[in-house]
């Protein structure tokens, strides 16, 4: 058994053996395996990689504002053949990363190799027809942005600097993805941006066009939310659910709708609650800091110091 070795006289002395904690690693590995019915698994490490999903990405954002994401150098008469380029490097890591995905899949029900190859192939090649309708939505939520914002001085500063922006760049991809069922990678790219941001959505996540985070430090939006068109919502705002119902044997229920479902044109102000699968209808504005559990109708305001709210208006 090797011994540590220490770059440093303040290190671990010279010959301390890690026998002991080598040994402790393998059983607690075991234990998990057989947890888990993963005791004969063969080959190597199939999960995706994080790092290399950041740079599909990072090339991807590039391929999609090519202008203001692009290389600084990038005139507009070889836009187009950046864009090829960039593009095409991006799916190739993104092919690399599906295909992985599915190699993890395939322990449990035997897919063949070949079969895999055609179905990352496959996956790629639809999401990149998607890419165009991505960019148009991402416009839209630019365009959101620079209009409820009065501090903002550009579009060119909100695709820039914008932290919501940002979020809604990397969910629409990741959304996209998650719905042809490469949900690790999707969920891979939600948590870069999480990281990034501060802003916490799930793929599954259904959002209209025009959404506007302001701020975003402290948003949750949930698996199941679904998200109308033109809405704004302020930081520490949560979209989440309210119970998790779960079995005889106390596991959860999985896939259950649990998220609300916000319709268009809602404001929905910094640190507002709102929980369960309740319906928050058109034009309504949830204020700060409220706790909300139920419905409301179209056009509510809801306030904390008018909980019962005023849907009159």
Same mark, same amino acid.
């Given at each position: 058994m090797p011994f540590f070795k220490c770059d440093s006289m303040n290190d671990f002395p010279h010959d301390f053996m890690i026998d002991d904690v080598v040994c402790g690693l393998k059983e607690q590995r075991q234990a998990w395996r057989t947890e888990q019915n993963r005791?004969?698994?063969?080959?190597?490490?199939?999960?995706?990689?994080?790092?290399?999903?950041?740079?599909?990405?990072?090339?991807?954002?590039?391929?999609?504002?090519?202008?203001?994401l692009g290389p600084e150098d990038l005139v507009q008469e070889s836009e187009d053949?950046?864009?090829?380029?960039?593009?095409?490097?991006?799916?190739?890591?993104?092919?690399?990363?599906?295909?992985?995905?599915?190699?993890?899949?395939?322990?449990?029900n035997g897919v063949d190799h070949e079969q895999i190859r055609e179905q990352a192939v496959e996956i790629v090649r639809r999401f990149a027809a998607t890419l165009p309708e991505i960019r148009g939505l991402l416009d839209q939520d630019v365009r959101a942005a620079f209009r409820g914002?009065?501090?903002?001085?550009?579009?060119?500063?909100?695709?820039?600097?914008?932290?919501?922006?940002?979020a809604m760049v990397?969910?629409?991809?990741?959304?996209?993805?998650?719905?042809?069922?490469?949900?690790?990678?999707?969920?891979?790219?939600?948590?870069?941006?999480?990281?990034? !941001? #501060?802003?916490? @959505?799930?793929?599954? &996540?259904? *959002? /209209?066009?025009?959404?506007? +985070?302001?701020?975003? !430090? #402290?948003?949750? @939006?949930?698996?199941? &939310?679904? *998200? /109308?068109?033109?809405?704004? +919502?302020?930081?520490?705002?949560?979209?989440?659910?309210?119970?998790?119902?779960?079995?005889?044997?106390?596991?959860l229920h999985k896939g259950l709708d649990r998220h609300p479902i916000v319709e268009d044109d809602v404001v929905i102000y910094a640190g507002a609650t709102i929980l369960g699968r309740i319906v928050i209808g058109k034009g309504s504005v949830i204020g700060g800091n409220v706790w909300l559990t139920r419905s409301v109708p179209a056009n509510s305001v809801i306030s904390l110091a008018d909980p019962c709210g005023d849907s009159s208006l």
């Open positions: 005791l004969e698994e063969k080959g190597g490490r199939h999960l995706p990689s994080p790092e290399v999903i950041a740079q599909a990405m990072h090339s991807l954002t590039g391929a999609l504002f090519p202008m203001r053949f950046y864009v090829g380029y960039t593009l095409g490097k991006a799916l190739n890591l993104l092919l690399t990363q599906v295909r992985l995905e599915f190699l993890q899949k395939s322990h449990q914002d009065p501090a903002a001085t550009s579009v060119d500063e909100v695709l820039l600097c914008y932290p919501g922006v940002h990397s969910h629409r991809i990741a959304h996209e993805l998650y719905k042809l069922d490469v949900k690790i990678i999707a969920r891979v790219i939600s948590e870069l941006a999480h990281s990034h !941001t #501060g802003i916490d @959505i799930h793929p599954g &996540a259904t *959002i /209209g066009p025009g959404c506007f +985070i302001d701020h975003g !430090t #402290g948003v949750v @939006i949930g698996e199941t &939310a679904i *998200i /109308g068109n033109n809405v704004r +919502i302020y930081q520490a705002v949560t979209l989440g659910a309210k119970s998790f119902p779960s079995d005889e044997h106390g596991n």
